[in-house]
């Protein structure tokens, strides 16, 4: 079935550094990828839906200059979080639209101190 | 707006018991219903699904009912056992809003021999 391999799984960095995750469809061509974040005992909230070779879509509330969102390629698509701060630490998710469904990356739990 | 609200974990139960997860939603369209789960350390999961009103979504052993008077979709399985044990997520998806999804805060299940 449709795959997204997503990395890294845990994260610890400094705050005011940046951090990169990547989220890679391995056996289908994910033109569409939605970015999540879920805070603790809340739900998953949706960040931004990016479309392959186009711009990113950022929900309300969710700055676009902080959360970069890259899908360069049909199989790649990357959030960085830029200057981190303690409260962006969280879990974050992508997922793809295949087919008729949807798959989800395993999640990136990333802790600022 | 459109919402999931999800019974709070976390849950734990013993081998063979009966399991309900309750959830229900607000939707301004015709959502489509749907049950994740996440095993540790691995990504989201569709567990089942229901497009319409009455359907019953149904997969190892786990069953959901739509229903739209009640606007419920609660997770039942008449005897969980230890690989049970998970986070699950209730979500719903409205065609009309880009069939972006809305999820519930998640609960999670240990299922103790």
């Known amino acids: 079935g449709a795959v997204v391999s997503q990395h890294p799984s845990r994260v610890i960095c400094k705050s005011g550094t940046s951090v990169k995750i990547e989220c890679r469809s391995l056996?289908?061509?994910?033109?569409?990828m939605f970015w999540y974040r879920q805070f603790p005992k809340q739900s998953l909230m949706l960040m931004a839906t990016s479309n392959e070779g186009s711009k990113a879509t950022y929900e309300q509330g969710v700055e676009k200059d902080k959360f970069l969102i890259n899908h360069a390629s049909l199989t790649l698509s990357t959030l960085t979080v830029t200057s981190a701060h303690p409260e962006d630490s969280s879990f974050y998710i992508c997922?793809?639209?295949?087919?008729?469904?949807?798959?989800f990356g395993s999640g990136t739990r990333l802790t600022v101190v | 707006g459109d919402s999931v609200t999800q019974m709070e974990g976390p849950v734990t139960l013993s081998e063979e018991a009966f399991l309900t997860i309750n959830c229900t939603y607000t939707?301004?369209?015709?959502?489509?219903l749907f049950w994740y789960v996440q095993y540790p350390g691995e990504g989201l999961q569709l567990l089942l699904k229901?497009?319409?009103?009455?359907d019953k979504g149904s997969n190892k052993g786990f069953e959901a009912t739509y229903r739209k008077e009640t606007t419920s979709f609660h997770l039942e399985k008449g005897s969980v056992q230890v690989s049970d044990s998970a986070v699950y997520f209730c979500?719903?998806?409205?065609?009309?809003?880009?069939?972006?999804?809305?999820f519930g805060t998640g609960t999670s299940l240990t299922v103790i021999p």
């Open positions: 979500a719903l998806s409205v065609f009309n809003t880009g069939n972006q999804f809305y």
């Open positions: 229901a497009t319409k009103a009455d």
């Open positions: 997922s793809a639209r295949y087919g008729g469904g949807y798959t």
């Open positions: 056996d289908f061509q994910a033109t569409t």
């Open positions: 939707a301004t369209g015709y959502p489509s």
